[in-house]
């Protein structure tokens, strides 16, 4: 390792400052009245499913069976180029969201894809560990780091079963279908850095009955895998792990909320890039 130079106290003694001001963000949680189911699908273990959601509607991704993480792709649902930007969502909101965040869409569009308006494991916060629930910071397990890190090919991984939920629901081939998964919104995972910067993971504080619902800017495409890793306190890349369903429920607002409703337009700047 380099010696620290004479300066090295003066230069970590720098003052940070925020990236982004939170307060420009529109963080009001809207109020959709009373709801009304209007559609159910059931996503078995290790396996994942698509699910359309009309604008205004409600997302309430349910756990109804045991402690199990969901790993989810949001798309435009006309046009999967559209798709959820884990990254800025992380630097526009912090690590892990909740409700009154947003879930912000890719490059070039940038616009609201969805807001979070009730997170049942809210009350969680920062553990002694320093994890949070519902992460933006990982990615989704997927059998190529499996390979890279010498293990056998595993085929439920989150990554392949967003993948065949997509190509399912698009009639996609499936190497296209896989060219639209995305890095994802771990919903009930809980996740934090460890004092050196490493990833780490614990077993998710959720139980069934606990939920996250995301009212839909625009009409979206959802697909959600429920991840082999079940509670996500060990391992990935294996059948091992007690793993549960996961309800996706789309709930409509009541009459009146979506009247006069605004879907966000794509973000405004020219794409002339200087030239
Ligand atoms: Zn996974």
Redesign the pocket.
Known sequence: MPEAPPDAAARRAVAPVAVYDPDALDRKIPDPGPLTPVDTIRVPPRDARAIHVPAGHVLRILSIEGAQ?G?LNLFAADDLSERFFSGKTRALHGTHVTAGDRLWSCLPYLRPMATIIYDSLSWYGTDPHGCRVHDVIGT??DPYTGRLLGGDDYHR??HSNLTRALADATDLPLPEAEGHVHDVLNVFMATGFDETGRYIMKASPVRPGDRLDLQAQFDLLAVL?T???GDCGSG?SSDDAPCFPIDLQVLAPAPGVLEGWQVPPSNPYDRSHGR
């Open positions: 993480v790993d989704r397990c991984c989150c895998s991840c082999p890793g990935h």
